[in-house]
Each structure stands twice: as C-alpha cells, then as structure tokens.
C-alpha cells in the first residue's frame, strides 16, 4: 500500500468515527468494558494460577520402603527410585535417609531443646523410615501415581493427600471454564457493536462509495479506511481500561492483602510489571481484533463491491 | 473502441430494457445517444461501465471483452473511462480541488503529481480560481464542470457522459457541450447521452436513436435529433 493511500485510510477512518460519535462511543466504551473484564479475568486467573501452582509444589506423595532402613538396603532404595523416575507424570523424587528422617524429626518436634533427644542416644527410633518424596509433574495425574506407587515391590505405604490436589485442580478449572464462557460472550457483544457502527459508516458514505466505485477504485481502497476505523476503535477501547488496570491493579492487591491478612502466610500475588508485560499486548490485540472482525463483517454484509 | 454484439438487457422485472442492441464506435469517435425516457440510454451507459451485466450478447471495449473480465480486473478497466452525470454526483463535504484529487487518490497517485494535475484540468474546464469553492457554493454550470475535470484527471480514453446538460440552462448548455468537444479533439472518444434537441442539430455529430430498447436510427456525422418522432409509438 501507498504511503498516501494509508494515510488516506486513517484520515477517513478517523473522519468517520468523528461523523459518527455516538455510535463510536458507545463501540469504544463496550471494547473497554470488554478488556477492563478480561484483563481483571486475566489477572484473577494468571494469579489464581500462580497459588495453585505454589500450593501444588507442596503437594507431593511420600513413599515408604518395606525394608526402610538406609544402612541396609541403600541398594534396594535406590532401584525402586529409578523405578519411580521412569513413570512420566513423575517431575523429581527426593531420598530422606533414616538418619535424615530422625533429624528432620528432631528439628520439627525439640527445636532448640537437643538435650531432649539425647534420652534416645545413638538409636534412630526412625531407623525403619527412609523416604521418598515424589513431586509430580501435573497434580491431576495424582492418584494415577498413587496407584502405580503402590503396585511397585518393597513399598510399605504412600501417604498422600488426596483431597487438596483434587480440589484445588476442579477449583481452578471451574474458573477457567467460567471466564473463558464470559470472554466469549463480551468478545460477541464488541464484535457485534463495532459492525454496527461501520455499518453506519458505510450508510452514510454509499453516495461517496458508489463513486469511488464507478472512477475505478479497487475493492480495497474502499474497504481499508473502514477497516481502519474498526481498528482504530478496538484500540482505543483496549488502551483506556488498560491504563486504568494497571494503575488500580497494585491498589487492589493491597486492598486485598489488607482485608485479608491471613491470606497473606500462603498467598502471593504476581508483581504488576509480571502480569502487563503480558496483558498489555494481549488486550491491545483482542482490541484490535474485535475491530477488525467487526468491520469486516460489516463489510461483507453492506459493502457489496 | 466500443462493440455491442445483439445485447439484451431485462431488469429482474418488466419488458427488456435493452432488445438486440448492436453497436460500433470507434476510437475518437463523438457520438450522441438520444431517445425517449426509457429508451434504455442510461442501461446502455451502465453496460458499458460494466455497472450492470447484459442478459445476453457480448460488449468490448478497449479491446476488452467485458463478460470475461474478472471482477478484480474491473477497477482497472474503469480508470481508462470518464463518467459524467446529469446530477454531478459531487462530493458535498469537499472543495473543487479534493474533488478532482480524490478521482486521482482512489487510483493511488502520488500526491506529488496529483498536485500538478489538478489544476491542469481545472484550467482546462475554466474553474482554475475556483478550487477552493465547496459545491453548494458553486452554479449548476460549474458543478458539471467540476464533475468534468474529475472525469478527465485520470486521462480516460472514453467518456461516457448521461444527460450531462440535463439540470443546465441553454448557455451552461453549450458550454459543457463546447467542452466535451475539445475534448474529443484532444482524441477521447466521447458518447453523450442528451434530451437536447438543439444542441445536437446544430453540433452536427454522429446521432444514435433509440426508442424501447432498440437503436432505430443511427446516422453519421451531421445527424438529427429524431427522437420526438417515436412519441406516438
Ligand atoms: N434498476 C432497474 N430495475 C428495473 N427496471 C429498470 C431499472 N433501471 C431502469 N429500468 C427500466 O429499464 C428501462 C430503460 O431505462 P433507462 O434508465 O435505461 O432509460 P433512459 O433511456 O435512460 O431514460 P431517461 O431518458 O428517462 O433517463 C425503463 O423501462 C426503466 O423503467
Ligand atoms: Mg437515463
């Protein structure tokens, strides 16, 4: 395209949308609406994602041996943890000795207060109870591993919590099925609008059209300005509420922390500059996008060139 | 170069608009359409624009079959013909100058040229002072002109003109008539389509008659306008 010709586009473009205030508004003000809840979707879910994600590292399987002690079957350990690596849903397993067990034990319970477990001497009450912790790939895949944990030879018992995993993988699904349906619906409503408003555009110019027509303009000269008002409108629209969230976005949080200061010991929230380095080219694109699709549905309905 | 072969025209309703319509015109050729309202003049105007499709027979122009040309290919066809109406069809929003640059920005000129353009063309229908004047402000004489010098900024080799005079009185008349000569004599084969009985007995050109979507008369150099003739029929 010509340099001129593109600017030709914007500057009709731009006069329509001027031409056409009301209609134009009202598109902008349903983009924006349309992003400011995507965004806030996003942001809820990329964090939601971020807790469950943190909570699900902490949800791991622990597996006892038959024969637990390390001195003595160090070998045998260590072939039933090659056996375990191999499963794929496995992410990593890590060996707890039974000295390491008994010492863990020893933090945990006495503290600072040694001298409790010097009734104990030399002997390792946990002598039987070295351990492997197994860390999984994706927490949905849990009780397959449980399964296959427990079929393997020289494994006492699995301990695992079955609930957590399962609720906060539905928990975080179930948000995800919502948001994408709601999405849907407004990313609808924006399209619809925008079509609307070009349609009006290209009412308004059928006169004008249908010379440009007539003294040999392509089908493209015609269309682009009024796709460049489609596009125009998405980003503006898409601009003004990602302005707004980034600026309420930390506010938020910290009203949210604030309110809820328990949260705060296992919650942590994704930084500001996180969260748009990515929401920013995302909501500027489904601006753009709306608009653009918009105006080529319009286009094809009314613009019969 | 324009060629009709046995055209029919029917529009979806009624009786064919067009009836067995064979016609040749040559380059440089300047060729008065006359005829009752009705007669198809203005069909026929479109079929050469390609704005319309013949319900049967074939059309060329420029060499160019129109029935076999392609729907991208048509813009490009168009850019080598004039188009003048009796109502002007002007842009309302934009002055005398972007008038005439628009039928240049819609085939994607340069600025640049198109600014020496413009008012080549200007001079040339006699409105150069008024550029700047928007078409509300402008007579009914002045606005055909406008109309004309964006017909001619692209260069056509054909212009096509339907009731160019229609809304002028007799002096406007002329002058738009006077034009289009020169305009012809510069080597545009031009066809116009006129009610105007007495410019074209005195213009002494070649006068095609129509009457019920069939040309019954056709006459070279120094017809007559013989369409008042078919009143009755
Ligand atoms: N779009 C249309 N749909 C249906 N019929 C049409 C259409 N346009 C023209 N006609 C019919 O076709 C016939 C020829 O019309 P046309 O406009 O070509 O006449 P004309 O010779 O230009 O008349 P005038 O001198 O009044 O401009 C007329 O009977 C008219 O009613
Ligand atoms: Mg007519």
């Not at chain 1, 010492?103 to 070295?130: C, H, I, T």
Request: hydrophobic share 40%.
């Amino acid at each position: 395209m010509r340099i001129s010709t593109l600017a030709y586009s914007i500057r009709q473009g731009l006069k329509n949308i001027r031409r056409n205030k009301l209609f134009s508004i009202a598109s902008i003000g349903t983009i924006a609406a349309c992003v400011f809840l995507l965004g806030i979707f996003y942001a809820i879910v990329t964090n939601f994602t971020h807790i469950v994600d943190n909570a699900e590292e902490q949800i791991t399987i622990t597996v006892f041996f038959t024969n637990g002690n390390t001195e003595e079957y160090k070998a045998e350990h260590e072939a039933i943890g090659e056996q375990i690596l191999a499963n794929p849903d496995v992410a990593d397993i890590k060996y707890t000795s039974s000295q390491e067990a008994w010492d863990e034990y020893k933090g945990v319970y006495f503290g600072e207060r040694e001298e409790l477990a010097e009734g104990f001497g030399d002997d390792n009450p946990l002598a039987n109870s070295a351990s492997y912790t197994v860390y999984l790939k994706d927490i949905d895949k849990q009780s397959e591993v449980v399964a296959f944990l427990k079929g393997l030879d020289g494994i006492r018992d699995v301990n695992y919590s079955e609930s957590t995993a399962e609720t906060l993988s539905d928990f975080g699904k179930l948000a995800g099925y919502i948001s994408v349906g709601i999405i849907i619906i407004l990313l609808a409503v924006g399209i619809f609008l925008i079509s609307n408003t070009i349609m009006i555009g290209i009412s308004v110019r059928k006169e004008e059209i249908g010379i440009m027509k007539l003294i040999g303009a392509t089908d493209y000269f015609v269309r682009s300005p009024f796709v460049v008002e489609g596009v125009l409108i998405g980003l503006v629209g898409a601009t003004i509420p990602l302005v707004l969230l980034y600026f309420i976005y930390e506010k938020i949080i910290g009203y949210v922390m604030s309110q809820f200061s328990t949260l705060q010991s296992f919650i942590d929230f994704l930084p500001t500059n996180q969260i748009f380095k990515i929401m920013i080219p995302i909501g500027l694109l489904i601006g753009a996008g709306i608009g653009f699709i918009g105006s080529k549905i319009s286009i094809r309905k009314h613009l019969r060139v | 170069m324009i060629l009709l072969e046995d055209v029919n025209k029917t529009y979806s309703q009624g009786a064919p608009a067009l009836n067995g319509i064979s016609l040749k015109i040559e380059k440089g050729e300047f060729v008065f359409i006359v005829g009752n309202s009705g007669s198809g003049k203005s069909t026929l105007i479109k079929l050469l624009l390609k704005e319309l499709e013949p319900t049967k027979g074939r059309i060329c122009v420029n060499n160019r079959d129109l029935g076999k040309m392609k729907r991208r290919e048509v813009p490009r066809f168009r850019r080598e013909i004039g188009i003048v109406f009796q109502d002007f069809r002007l842009l309302k929003d934009r002055n005398v100058y972007d008038n005439i640059a628009f039928a240049q920005k819609v085939i994607e000129k340069p600025t640049r040229s198109i600014k020496k353009r413009v008012p080549q063309v200007l001079t040339q229908v006699g409105l150069s002072e008024k550029y700047k004047s928007f078409p509300k402000e402008l007579s009914g004489g002045e606005q055909q002109r406008v109309a004309l010098a964006r017909a001619l900024v692209n260069g056509p080799s054909i212009l096509l003109a339907d009731e160019p005079t229609g809304n002028l009185d007799p002096k406007n008349s002329w002058e738009i008539m006077k034009l289009l000569e020169e305009v012809n004599k510069r080597g545009t084969t031009v066809v116009v389509v006129t009610h105007n009985r007495e410019i074209v007995d005195a213009m002494q050109k070649r006068v095609i008659t129509m009457n019920k979507g069939v040309i019954v008369s056709d006459e070279e150099k120094g017809g007559h306008y013989y369409a008042d003739k078919y009143v009755s029929l």
